[in-house]
C-alpha cells in the first residue's frame, strides 16, 4: 500500500481536552471515532468523519502539561466547494461562540475564513475544491 491510499491522522497534545472536543465536535461538527483513558498515562479523543481519509487526535498525558505552541501558519484546511456547506461551517462555527481571525498569510482570506481553536491553533474554513 502506497501512501497515495493511506489515511491521515494528525496528532497533537493539548492541555484543554473538553474545550477542545467541543470545539472540533460542536463548532466544527466532526464526530468522535474512539477516545482513550490512561493508555501508557495518555487520554485521547480521535475525531473526524466515518469513512474520511484523516482522523484528528488530540492527547492529554497526565501530570504533565502540554508544550505544543501555536503559530499562524499552523493550519488545518478544510476545502469545502460547496457554496452551502462552508456557510452552514461557517454559522456553526459562530452559533458555537468563535469568531473568525485574519488569516496571517492574506491567501486564506481571499477565499475562506479562520479561527483558532482553544489551544490557538488555527482551521481555515476555505470555499473552494482542492485541485493540484
Not at 494528525?10 to 470545539?23: G, Q
Not at 472540533?24 to 469513512?51: K, R
Not at 501558519?73 to 461562540?97: K, M, N, Q, T
Request: overall charge negative; aromatic content about 12%.
Amino acid at each position: 500500500m502506497g501512501l497515495d491510499r493511506a489515511t491521515l491522522r494528525v496528532a497533537r497534545s493539548t492541555s484543554r481536552m473538553a474545550e477542545i472536543k467541543a470545539f472540533y465536535m460542536e463548532g466544527l461538527g466532526l464526530a468522535q471515532l474512539a477516545a482513550f483513558e490512561d493508555h501508557a498515562g495518555f487520554d485521547g479523543i480521535i475525531l473526524g468523519a466515518p469513512h474520511a481519509p484523516y482522523h484528528l487526535e488530540f492527547t492529554c498525558e497526565r501530570g504533565r502539561p502540554s508544550g505544543a505552541a501555536p503559530h499562524p501558519e499552523s493550519l488545518l484546511v478544510f476545502y469545502l466547494p460547496d457554496a452551502d456547506e462552508w456557510r452552514a461551517a461557517i454559522d456553526r462555527l459562530r452559533r458555537f461562540g468563535a469568531e473568525a481571525v485574519p488569516a496571517h498569510n492574506p491567501f486564506w482570506d481571499v477565499h475562506g475564513m479562520t479561527f483558532e481553536d482553544p489551544d490557538g491553533f488555527r482551521v481555515v474554513l476555505q470555499k473552494s475544491a482542492w485541485t493540484i
